[in-house]
Structures are given as structure tokens and as C-alpha cells.
């Protein structure tokens, strides 16, 4: 089945997440065939089913199974495309069909690392390439190829298109696709880039470019221009680049000189250090201190020294773990503490703050304290008081972080010739330990190799677990044929208070357990897995009846523009206000492909068809027809307030055009209220009405193994649009430190929920599902590697599912954040919000399973549940609350005045240099969950993702298959 995807609406630019995968081709083709798979497989074959005996009573609802399946052609030619890519990998099997290098480059599967050679012709490459641009990603093919095919695939056109995503290729661009042409445009979309422009003048010092561009490529240049070509405008162009030239120009008279002082200062501030001391005057010192990096205290001049410059410079100081003294001077004057006594009380979120007092005056008290905080800064402890504490010098216990539990293999301490070694190495330190691809040890087990991705399983397993890699898709079956065992996520991971920073091994290791968890895992079945495949090919019927037939629907005849009661609803639809049944036109946006924006249609009519066997609770529209708006009657979409650019069709024809239009109604307009709005009186009923309709709903379409991939734009990067991957231990590969838990998110009160499918009447815009067992929607992120085709629909599932709970759950937070409870610290709001996770995530759980099953009964026991539920909750309402509410604690305090995370929610937190808003906003000031570059803070909630990750495929696991003989554990 073609995912069936969109942009979402989030920015007023209109702009959207881009799901560049699912639009590639309306069918799967066999590899190795220019033919598309027929619309019917050949056979259906049966298939029975029966609950694994492992999980006892819980499976009760699989004890019934015993149904037909017929898998869709679809299935049938994703799995001979597997079967091919496998034998590429695992083969050597050359790639000689251009369709089938396609698909495994988009598929994040390189050639070239993993040595797979290639004979298919570029001019075929390029041929098949033609219909899939402009989303196919063309970065990802530039990087796979070697360079003899990759310079001979891309022409002037091929290229133009690498660069205007990527503009740091056009070094590495052939000769001959580098014609003037191309520079022009290179130039032209690039002239604000600095690299871009240097390149140009590199590699091309005959092209023309203007002062101005060659400043900002070279700011240095500036200093060779002869003085009549030095303009005042390019001087402060080139400080504002490149601060250090500002020494060229310290003889500069004023006023022209003071504007090149604050054009390098809004740049960063520490460049007052590249102003003579003389022409330094108090503005240019308030200004060094709002930019950072901000000029430390000895970069200004002592009469400009005032308790108030001082005590502001301190306050924006940076943190300076690995600082050279020199650096630390800079900023920390001698003394400072006893300068400024007020800064006493906050001492633990300065860097080696003892140094800030006479040494007279570091009681062992205080030393104590700073012990506990920099055990290794023993030389500002004074030696008497060292003396009296030599157990000080012994090597201090310091709670680990994330990262300090991957390690390499040492290859001192494991020679090639000691594969036992290795193993006890291995099994010690295994699931945190990096692989060398060049230099695989012997010894190590076949289970850490499978961690470690398709380049290193080719090295180091036996034949027959390539042969069962090759037969199933993956590793599906007993841990035990792979050399290790399963083992349960325990109830101390789950409930101790864990950060990144400071965090024990048993919570450490919760997401790999999982990840082997769901490797070691037969497919999954769903208790309405037909139905589910009808669902597929309701939705391809639907869109190769409509396609062929869009040209001729009816054509509008009012007009959209000046029409009062037609108003904008996200970023392309109209609604038809005043009316019942309210009447909505939904336009296909501009580069839009019509396979993503037809289904809404078919599922609509399905759900209706089957929404009283599958119970839905939320409203489903019903679809009316498809339309040729003329672009006359709606002739400036952005003035009407639309924020996405549509696709203009038949534009050859008289009258300029026309738009395509899916017009669907519904009830009312209650259709428009999304989920953490509350009504005009202020009620938050209503929203919280639509989120358990929304619950519930998503896990009974899960049953169908059909999800929605979409119903909230998660970002944790704006700018590049990237999705957040809620449980990336699932969907990349062990190849670097802290890969289990997820990066920041980004805006999640704003852009990341403002626009979204949780409305108050339930869930909404439910054509944008994917089908178990054809996902592809997570090949297209950038933080996901290619994975073993049979763990990588499990791990696309769960990562789906619980990114659709997290969504609902911003909901939730963003709906409550300003109500008087809701602070970790309020014992009402903590159990509201408590009641609230085990009721919604207990309904979604109930609609994907059909029975009776609750989130609590999935945890090692009910005191485990019990604490893992409020150190969740106390967790969810300290980092989403209000920062600086008066009379309240909250981490914007403890951050500013102890350096550190409140001490009741993680007693062994290390102190940190972080401070809100800096680091946990952006530069509009809008929040993150989370430091910026650096993790969510929602762990406890993230490990009980995880851990309904392991459970329900207990729940979800299809029978055991038989193991050939001789193929025994290893």
C-alpha cells in the first residue's frame, strides 16, 4: 500500500513536513521488472494462527484466531523487493535493474559502504529517476554512487536540482555540469551563503561576482581592497562576519568606526576584546553582554567595571568545563564571590566558583561542598583542609551519563587470537559497545552483530544466520539461535529517577532490550488484520477510479475569494460557515501528489461503511465530490488567508487554470476546533471529549494494522523540518553513543500542535494512514537508518504508535499548562494528570487489542506501575509548566540558583551550566522540551514507551515458525 501522506500546515509560509518516500510510485514494481505486480495475487495463501504460550492469559483475545489472510499484491511485491535487496546485501548480488538501485538508495541502502557492486546503466538510472523527482532524494543518490557513475548520472538538470537542497555538492560536481547557467542559478539562490560563494570564486575566478559577494565569502579580504574600494558598507559587512578585522580599522574616526564596533558586537560579543581599551565606551560594553559569547568581565575596562556591568557579565557568563586558565580569568575575576556576596547563595552554577573566594575564607564546609561538585579541582582546596580529608584524592564515584556506558572494543586488551575474551567482553558490555567494521574481533557473538548493521553482519556471522536473515527478512525467531536471550525491562529501570546526565545502567539498556525485544519477534498479526487489507485496496480502487477522471469533475462556479461565509480552516481549506451540515473544500496543495491526496476520499467512505463494527467514536466526514475550482474564483489564495500554495491545473485552457477541490461536510463546524483549545467560556471538557474520542479511535484503526503516521507535526529541527523519533533505538542502528531516547522537540505548546488531527469531535483528516507491513514513512527522516525489512515494519509501528500518544499527551499539557495545578509540586494536579495517562493510554490500548487489557497490567507489577505512573506525571507537569510564576519552584529557579534540576525528582543529577530561556527556547522565545541539542526530558515516559513497545508485541506476535534442521543455536 502507498503511504498515504501530507504536509501539515504549521507555518504561516505554508510550508510543511515533507514525506518525500511514499510519493516514488503508486505500486511497488518487482525488482528487476519494468512490469507493476497485478492488481490480485496469483494464490492466496492460508494461513492459521495461534497465541504464543509465553504470554499466558493476556492472549487470551488470539486464542480465537484462526483466519484467512490474503495479503494484498502490494505485500507481495514489497516482499519480493526485500528479497532482492537482501540478495544485494547478503549475495553479493550485483544491482543491475535502475528501479531496484532506486528503491535501496532511497531505502537508506549505500553501494558503496557496503561494497555492493553496480552495473546498472546510468542513462536507465536517469530515465527511471525522471518520474519520482522532485521528491526523491537526490542527496542520499549522490552519496551512494561511486564517483565514475555519480559524475556520469548527474547532467546540468540533475544537478541543479542536488543543489538546491544541498548546495555544499557543487565542489564535488562534475566539470561539465558546472556551466554558466548553473552558476548563475548557483550564485543567484546562494549569494547569502559565504561557502557557497567562496567555492565559486575557487573553483571558477573568471565568473564575476561583486565586492560585496567576495567580503562575504572571504570577509579577510577586506584588508587587500585598495582604501578607495574599503566603502563603510563593506567593512561592516565583513566585522559582522569576521570580528577579528576590526583591528584593522582601530584608527578609524567616528561615527564610522562605532558602527563597526556594534556590527562585530551583534555578531558576538566577547569581540570587545578586539576594541582598544580607549575607544571602548559604555554602550559598546551593554552591548557585548546581550550577544554571546558574551565579553567576560576582563575584556572591559575598569572604569566601565560597575557592580551592575559585573554582576550582568557573571549572570551570562558561559559554562567553562574544559576551559584553559586563561579563559576562566576572563570571565571569573579573583575573588568575585567576595565581590559580589549576592552571587553566595546561587555559588553552585558558577564554574569552580571556590576560586571565587580568598583562599581565607574556604572553610571546610564549603570545600566539602565543592568536592562533591568538581572532585578533580583539588588545587583550590587549601591544604590544610586537604590535609584533614585524603580520601578526597581517591577516585571519586560519579554517577554515569548516557554516553559513558558506549564503549569501543579495546583492542589492547583484545588481541585477535582471544575470542573468549572478546565474548566475556561482549557479554559484559555488549549492548553499549561499538563495532569496528575494518577490524571485526573475533569472538564477538552473533547477536551484538546484528546490532551493528548489514556492513558488519556480512563480516561476522556464520552462513547459516545470513541464510536465515535471507529467508525471513530479519532475525524472526528465538534470541537463543542468535547466542543470547531475551530479558524483561525491570521494575528498577522503569522507576528510578534517570536524566541523560546521570543515569544507571538497568535504565540505560531499556531501549535496546526492546529493540532485541522486537528482533527476536515472529510478524504481527491484528485481530482485524482483513479488514485492514481491505482497507488497501478500498484506497487503490478509489484512486485508479479518480485519478483518470479528476480532468472532468464539474467545475465551480462561485466565487471563493470575496465570499464572507467561506473561510480558511489550516493552511488549504475552506469551510462554509453558518451552515448544517457545514459544507468543506480541502485544495490539493502545490507539488502535492494526487496518491497522497485521494485517499482522504476513499477512507472517509470506508470508516462510514464500517464505523459501527469497528465502534468509531469519533465524527467521520462524509465525501461529496471532487472539484475544478477556476483560479478566477479564488484568484489569490495567500489574501484569503491560506498559508499552503496550490497546484495549478490546466493552465494551457482559457480562463488561466483551475484548482482540484475534495469537498466533504460535516456536522458542523465543531470539525475545527482542535484538541487543546478550550471553548469561549473557558471549559476544557470539550477538547478533552475529543481527545478520548482521538485515543480510542487510533488504537482501533491500529487493529486494522493501519496508522495514521501524521495527526501531529513532532519536530525536534524547524529549520530542516525533521521529524522527532520518539524511540530511536528502533529505527537506527548502534553505531553512536545515545541513540536510545529522543533529541529536543521543538515548539511543542506552538508550531507542533497548533495545526494537528486532534479535534474536539475526535480525530481528524483520516486519510493519512499507512498499512503494517508497506511502511515507509520513516525511511524518509533524517534520523533513521534502513533496517532488517521484517523489524523495520515492528519498528515503524511501535515508533508510530507511540509518537500518536505523545501527540495526544502535548495535547493534554498544552490545554492545562496555565491551570492554577498544574506544578509537580501539587499533589491534585499530579493525580489528574495521572488519572488522565492510565485512562487515554489504557483506551488506546483496549481499541488496538479488543479487550479488557489496561496499561497497568503491562508493568512488572502494580507498585512498579504505581511509581512509574507519578514519577511520570511529577515529570511531564516540572518541564511543560510555566517558567517563573511567582511564588512557585520550577526548573528556570533550580537551573539559575543551584546549577542543577530539582534535587526531589533526581537526587543524583549533576550540577549543569543550562539556563532558561536560553537553552530551552528558541530565539522567538518559544519553548523545548529540552536543552537545545541535547534530550527530551520526558524519560520516565519515554521508557514506558519503550515498554509498551516490548508488551504489546507479546500481544501482537504471530505464531513460531519451524527452524530447518541443523540450524540450531549458536
Known sequence: MTACTRQKDVTQSGQGVTMNFS??????????????????????????????????????????????????????????????????LYQAREISD???????????????????????????????????????????LWMSLPVEQRDALFDESLSRQLLQTHPQ?????????????????????????????????????EYPVTLEMKIRAQPHLIGKLP??????????????????????????????????????????????????????????VMLALEHDPVAGIADIPAHLRTDAVCIKALERAPALNNASKGDIARYYPEDFLQCWPEFMEHRKRFYHWLAGLPEAERTEELCLEFVQQYPDALHLIPAQILDKHPEWRSPKSIPPSLADHYQYLPVNLLPDNNPQACREQCQAHGRFMHLDRIRLRPGVPPWMCLAAGPDVHTRGLPPHLIDHLMRHGGPDGPAELWGTRLE???????????????????????????????????????????????????????????????????MWSSN??????????????????????????????????LDNWLPEYAVQEFALQHQRQLELRSEIPRPQAYWRVPVAMLPDPVAKGMTSRLEVLGSEEPGGGWYLAFEFTTKNQDYSHLAWQKDASGDTAPAEEGMKRTFHDLGVWSSLGCLHISTAPLFHNLRDRRTQVILPALLQWQRNSCNGYPGSLSCWDTIATDQSDWGITGLRDIGDVELYGLMEDFLSWSDTDWQLPSFAERGAFMNTLCSN???GLLHYMRLHRDAPDWHYQNKEGCLRLQRWIDERFTSFIQGLLGDDTRLEQLFPSPACYAQWLDNTAREILYWSARQNRPGEECFAVHLRENGRPCPSLYPEHPTLYFTYPKDFTDAQGRDHLACKSKKMPLFSLVRGFYLLAYKLADRLEGPERQLDPGNGPV
Open 23 to 88: 510519493s516514488i510510485s503508486s505500486r511497488l514494481h518487482t525488482p528487476g521488472s519494468s512490469e507493476p505486480v497485478p492488481a490480485e495475487p496469483a494464490e492466496a495463501r492460508q494461513h492459521s494462527f495461534r497465541p504464543l504460550s509465553a504470554t499466558g492469559s493476556q492472549q487470551r483475545n488470539m486464542a480465537s484466531r484462526s483466519i484467512a489472510l490474503q495479503p494484498p499484491a502490494a505485500f507481495i511485491a514489497r516482499q519480493q523487493y526485500n528479497a532482492a535487496a537482501m540478495s544485494c
Open 488 to 554: 524483561p525491562v525491570s521494575a528498577d529501570a522503569l522507576t528510578c529517577a534517570a536524566q541523560e546526565s546521570c543515569i544507571p545502567l538497568q535504565a540505560a539498556q531499556v531501549p535496546m532490550q526492546v529493540r532485541e525485544r522486537l528482533q527476536f519477534c515472529q510478524p504481527f498479526v491484528f485481530r482485524n488484520q482483513q479488514l485492514g487489507w481491505h482497507l488497501h485496496s478500498f484506497i487503490q480502487q478509489h484512486c485508479q477510479t479518480y485519478a483518470p477522471e479528476l480532468a472532468h469533475s464539474p
Open 560 to 593: 471563493l475569494q470575496t465570499a464572507q461565509d467561506w473561510q480558511v480552516h489550516g493552511g488549504r481549506v475552506l469551510c462554509h460557515t453558518g451552515q448544517s451540515p457545514c459544507r468543506r473544500l480541502k485544495f490539493l496543495r502545490a507539488g502535492e501528489k
Open 98 to 140: 535502475a528501479n531496484l538501485l532506486l528503491h535501496m538508495i532511497r531505502d537508506g541502502i549505500d553501494p558503496c559502504l557496503l561494497d555492493i557492486p553496480v552495473t546498472a546503466s546510468m542513462k536507465d538510472v536517469r530515465a527511471a529517476l525522471e518520474p519520482l523527482l522532485p521528491d526523491y532524494p537526490l542527496s542520499r
Open 169 to 205: 555538492f557543487f565542489d564535488d560536481l562534475p566539470a561539465r555540469s558546472r556551466t554558466p547557467g548553473l552558476i548563475d542559478a548557483y550564485v543567484n539562490d546562494n549569494r547569502e551563503q559565504s561557502s557557497a560563494i567562496a567555492s565559486v570564486i575557487s573553483l571558477h575566478p
Open 805 to 807: 500518544l505523545l501527540a
Open 227 to 284: 582604501p578607495h574600494e574599503r566603502t563603510e558598507e563593506l567593512k561592516r559587512l565583513a566585522v559582522g562576519l569576521f570580528p577579528e578585522r576590526l583591528s584593522l580599522f582601530k584608527e578609524d574616526p567616528e561615527p564610522g568606526y562605532t558602527a563597526l564596533c556594534m556590527a562585530a558586537l551583534n555578531k558576538q560579543g566577547d569581540a570587545l576584546r578586539y576594541i582598544p581599551e580607549h575607544r571602548i565606551t559604555e554602550e559598546l
